[in-house]
């Protein structure tokens, strides 16, 4: 990877894979997936720690491993090597820490996650020593402003779609500018990178990055989406009760449960074809750049 510095495998030490999100990129399908298969993969030497584990403790993934400012290299070792309970393996799950995700203020948006790197970077340098990866999920920008639309209702946010994203133009959105400045992070063996819209076919590639083929292969699944977005009319039926009842947080929670996304109600879908268009094309040359990066590897379905 290109770095500020260089990194070598150490051999003996423990394999880390550091998930970092983002979100909306199936990130919490990805965490309840490992958590329902704890015991399997404490079984095959892989411990996993996420969310389950961590906001329990009202602590920050940083927090728990016990770095502060300053911390000297490799600090959090002990700690990783408590939560690995014996694993060889440890897969870290968290994708707060990248930072905030885009609330509806547009300057969040250029760069996305812009305090990501700072964050990301201090717990590699406490966890050096380890042979670590860290992997990344990114998405369509129209569709990733879309979700985080539906995810700011659920959080009683009521007001309109063209209100929530300002100017932003989703072909301006960047991912790659993320990505390089997540690859010049000293410590990190690689940057493992896929597409939110491969995740189905890509499950198996992405799980046996950390994970014998065998247990893979076992792992028991669950169902559905984590996050079932809103559907159009689920949209429109939220903010016409928050006319009247603005300060209820449940209106689109109620909305959501009466009106599925399904055919009878399509998922709420606002932006018009020419600006999909435009946002996938340059979607598609963004990760082509971000995948020429050094020490980034994009994953893709098999042939």
Same mark, same amino acid.
């Given at each position: 990877?290109?770095? +500020?510095?260089?990194?070598? /495998? ?9 998930? /970092?999100?983002?979100?909306? $990129? ?37 927090? /728990?491993?016990?770095? &502060? ?19 060889? $393996?440890?897969?870290?799950? &968290? &994708? ?14 250029? %760069? ?20 670590? +990866? ?5 998405? &369509? ?43 010049? /992070? ?14 189905? !076919?890509?499950? %198996? ?12 292969? !076992? ?20 903010? *016409? #009760? ?15 449960? *009466? ?11 606002? #932006?018009?074809? $020419? ?13 082509? $750049? *971000?995948?020429?990066? %050094? ?9």
């Amino acid at each position: 990877m290109r770095q +500020r510095g260089s990194s070598e /495998i150490v051999p003996d030490s423990l394999n880390v894979f550091l998930h /970092i999100g983002a979100h909306k $990129t199936a990130t919490t399908h990805f965490q309840k997936l490992l958590d329902r298969n704890a015991e399997r993969l404490a079984a095959a030497s892989v411990r996993y720690v996420g969310p389950s584990t961590i906001r329990p403790t009202g602590l920050s993934l940083r927090q /728990i491993l016990g770095l &502060e400012t300053g911390s000297r290299p490799g600090a959090a070792l002990p700690v990783l090597e408590d939560l690995a309970q014996g694993a060889r $393996t440890v897969i870290l799950s &968290e &994708e707060n820490l990248l930072g905030p995700m885009f609330q509806g203020d547009t300057a969040q948006l250029f %760069p996305l996650y812009p305090k990501a790197d700072l964050r990301v970077e201090r717990i590699v340098r406490g966890l050096s020593g380890c042979n670590l +990866r860290l992997m990344l999920s990114v998405r &369509e920008p129209s569709s990733y402003l879309v979700s985080a639309y539906s995810q700011a209702m659920l959080r009683a946010r009521y007001g309109r779609f063209v209100d929530f994203v300002g100017g932003a133009q989703p072909e301006q959105i960047q991912w790659s500018n993320l990505v390089r400045r997540l690859s010049l /992070i000293k410590g990190a063996q690689e940057l493992i990178l896929w597409r939110y819209e491969e995740y189905g !076919a890509l499950l %198996p590639q992405i799980l046996g990055e950390a994970i014998p083929e065998g247990v893979v292969a !076992a792992l028991d699944h669950p169902e559905g989406l984590a996050h079932q977005g809103l559907s159009r009319t689920a949209v429109a039926v939220t903010q *016409a #009760w928050a006319e009247d009842e603005p300060k209820d947080k449940g209106l689109a929670k109620r909305a959501r449960e *009466a009106f599925p996304v399904s055919k009878a109600h399509p998922g709420f879908d606002p #932006w018009p074809d $020419t600006i999909k268009e435009a946002s996938r094309a340059a979607y598609e040359a963004d990760i082509a $750049t *971000a995948a020429a990066l %050094p020490g980034v590897r994009l994953l893709q379905p098999y042939a």
